[in-house]
């Protein structure tokens, strides 16, 4: 017995900012589960910048998709059947799957989702891998001290505002940088950032001026004039925890930029990049953490959440645009 | 009793390559020393490529020199009279003091020289302020393992020569970059780099391609379009220690390049830049390791001495064609 899906698959590389036909919505057949597998209904996708790298050819930090290949992230699904894949229909799963209403899994690549008193979404936001982004390049690369001027940038993205939340526990003072006075307001008035920059309107070279004698440690999501302005005022001894470079994805030629190697040799700053992949074996223990610290330390989060999966390559592509607070998921019509 | 010398000032700030104008030689007056002070006959002068940046206006990581200022550096010299500095006449002692025949400093600003069994000139050089650079920036800052691929840029500079040899000692095979099949040759037949590059006549990237998968550690001394083809090929976890910025000094406008952010994301790259002044404390240790290195372990250094004071101007300027093989002193006429 078959079931029809509707499953998203890459129509083609995009040159430049892609436009909604480099994703082809298909009606595919699946079969049933096989021994192992799982057939999971989706109910919320992840949409992340770092897929518009997926969609190139060539060497980056994750695999190229193949055109034709299904479109992949984090979903958070329900089991509707499972030939024993070690997880039973009614439960609630988080993995890596396809774009698509339904979809069959390997049981091993499954994980129950367990969020606790928060909503199940946030196995994809504050509890998954945006917020242990987040968590790890704040305590294990960017380190900021008690005291310290902390800048992150795409303040108001899923990774961003995790981010400056936890480094602000850690005692520091964050300036978040963000495109809108509402994410502006929402940093500072709900999310205990210090201060913030609204880079569409101030002058990010200015207000940094005014906020701050130098930057002691800066978490990079978006690359490019930002970044510059912030590297311009780092401080001595100061760390840069690089996380994403959305600005830049979507150029099809290498960006240029003024060198700023040589600020480095004056301030004996650490620039570091770092890629969640490489802590798995301590994913718990972060996500463990993080609820720890929503329930009690008042760790906030927001999600956007765009409504069905035809509406997801929007979703996607709204990224770029800054369009989401938060979180940018898509929830699937509910049965 | 007052003592005429000739000491080069400051003429003005250049703007781009410095010319000869720029070096103002005056004739003046010393008056005996001051007490604690002492008069030094210098006998080679330290020319360095950081100079040019005490140059410039503004802050950077050398406090910059006043117009009509002496020039100053690591300076050899004898200690010609003493009024209770701590050093007697006829003492060898290294210090930071003007570019000049004879200078007057206090005595607790100069350092009895004790280079064993190396001339005297080894204080600038292999046992002095290069030396202790590349000691520094290779174990604490590159720190290449065994096995590793290691790159260097200005291989056959007075800081790269030591960084390459000192990586090799680790393990690493090292790879030097540098401008001439003379300077390349000297590096893999008396140095012991696995491979030389010579910059001028070679595709950087190409020949980085053919001799290695990917760069464990790269030591930056020059900046510019040869460390973007190593940033380029660096490999997972790779470290990239930021000495100078040689090929940049010169430029009134901060130079632009292509952006390589996303470059440390994909490898999980750690930039760090340093300066060697913030290691003192371990400055002797150094120095001493540096000794044994070269009297038991072949640690070679090569020195390139330019005649007479009045030829101080060139020898610097010609750094930034890369005139010099090893370190390049001046030394002044004999007496």
Redesign the interface.
């Known amino acids: 017995m078959t079931r029809e899906t509707r499953r998203y698959h890459l129509a083609h590389r995009p040159e430049g900012r892609p436009s909604r036909d480099a994703f082809d919505l298909r009606t595919v057949e699946l079969p049933d589960p096989g021994p192992g597998e799982a057939l999971v209904r989706a109910q919320f996708l992840s949409v992340d910048p770092y897929m518009r790298d997926r969609m190139r050819a060539g ?3 994750s695999e190229p998709w193949a055109v034709g290949d299904p479109l992949r992230g984090g979903v958070v699904g329900e089991v509707v059947a499972s030939n024993g894949a070690g997880v039973e229909p009614g439960q609630t799963v988080v993995g890596n799957l396809p774009w698509a209403e339904h979809s069959l899994a390997d049981g091993g690549d499954l994980t129950p989702v367990d969020t606790g008193e928060l909503p199940r979404s946030t196995a994809l936001s504050v509890l998954g891998m945006p917020g242990r982004t987040a968590y790890f390049g704040v305590r294990e690369v960017a380190q900021p001290r008690a005291g310290d001027t902390g800048v992150v940038s795409g303040a108001a993205g899923a990774v961003g505002s995790v981010a400056g939340q936890l480094a602000t526990l850690q005692g520091a003072e964050v300036i978040g940088i963000a495109g809108s006075q509402r994410k502006v307001d929402w940093l500072t008035d709900e999310l205990g950032f210090a201060a913030g920059i609204d880079y569409k309107t101030d002058h990010v070279g200015d207000r940094l001026d005014e906020l701050t004698d130098g930057v002691d440690a800066y978490f ?1 999501n978006v ?2 004039p930002i ?1 510059d302005a912030v590297f311009d005022r780092l401080a001595v001894d100061s760390t840069v925890a ?4 959305i600005a ?1 994805y979507n150029d099809e030629q ?6 700023k ?15 969640i992949r ?1 802590f798995p074996p301590r994913f718990r223990a972060a996500t463990t953490h993080l609820g720890e610290l929503a329930a009690d330390r008042g760790l906030a989060y927001r999600e956007t959440v765009t409504e069905g999966l035809a509406n997801a390559p929007d979703a996607f592509l709204g990224l770029f645009d800054g369009e989401n607070v938060g979180k940018q998921l898509v929830e699937l019509d509910r049965e």
């Open positions: 060497e980056s930090y990079d690359g490019g970044t690089v996380c994403g470079q830049l290498t960006p240029m930029g003024p060198r190697l040589g600020k480095l040799i004056e301030t004996r700053a650490s620039v570091e990049g770092f890629f490489d």
